[in-house]
């Protein structure tokens, strides 16, 4: 992976995968996938001087749909967004 440092009030998210079968376990075409809406984030900037991050790297996040620039690293797909664009938060264990 590339070294890297996220700016200001962006984060950087690892998307997770779409559902590719149904709960039936029927298999979903490719183009009627749901685009992913939620992953892990991997980095946080720093934030803005009036707005510190509220987001934690590790956490689950849901994201707005469509939201960030995708970049790509290692063959590996990665969104940079907002913070803002981040709706909800999970952490795993009940730890943040």
Known sequence: MLKREVLHEKVLVK???????????????EELQKKPSKGIVIDVGCGLKDRPMVIKKGATVFYVFGAGTKIEDNGEEFLVMRDTDCLLQIFENGTE
Do not use: N, T, Y
């Open 15 to 29: 998307p997770l995968e779409a559902q590719k079968e149904s709960v039936g376990g029927i298999s979903i075409p």
